[in-house]
């Protein structure tokens, strides 16, 4: 497995070498393929996926998330698995309060800060398409109702005239 220094990484996140410290002792993120155990002159080494989580915390954090929404998102990640075989999958969405991440099929937002639970998630194109539906079976109801008006009403007339 290819392995990535600290300087390294810090050239390829633009992280400083105080972040990496800072996040490795808190567990935010950790190198994977060698940590310094708290050892000095212990390099750390860092995998591919550990370089794309310190750009997406780096990421969060340049959005405006607290340290603490940040850790509690990465967490949240890391428990359900979502980083596990499909990190390049997985979409994170900020407003800079709230961590959402987005389900692989797109059908919905989970909130990461909030243990998974379910966001609100509206596809406008998809109510669009229904509202649309609905008018045309309104309007073809409507139609059918007015005809049927008329066949009434011609049968009454003619019974009218009839007797």
């Not at 999958?89 to 800060?113: M, N, P, Q, Y």
């Not at 669009?128 to 049968?155: G, H, P, Q, Y």
């Amino acid at each position: 497995m290819e392995g990535f220094t600290a300087a390294q990484a810090c050239e390829l996140t633009a992280c400083t070498p105080h972040q990496l410290r800072y996040w490795d002792k808190v567990g935010l993120v950790k190198p994977s393929i060698q940590t310094t155990d708290g050892r000095p002159g212990r390099r750390r080494i860092y995998s591919f996926r550990d370089l794309v989580g310190l750009r997406v915390v780096k990421s969060l954090l340049d959005n405006g998330l607290s340290i603490q929404r940040v850790r509690r998102a990465w967490d949240y990640l890391r428990r359900t698995g979502d980083m596990d075989d499909h990190l390049s999958e997985v979409k994170l969405i900020t407003d800079g309060e709230s961590v959402f991440a987005v389900a692989r099929d797109d059908d919905e937002i989970l909130d990461a800060l909030r243990e998974g639970q379910l966001a609100f998630f509206v596809k406008i194109d998809e109510i669009a398409a229904t509202v649309e539906d609905d008018i045309t079976k309104f309007e073809l109801d409507r139609a059918s109702f007015r005809e049927m008006l008329r066949v009434v009403e011609d049968d009454v007339r003619a019974e009218a005239e009839g007797a």
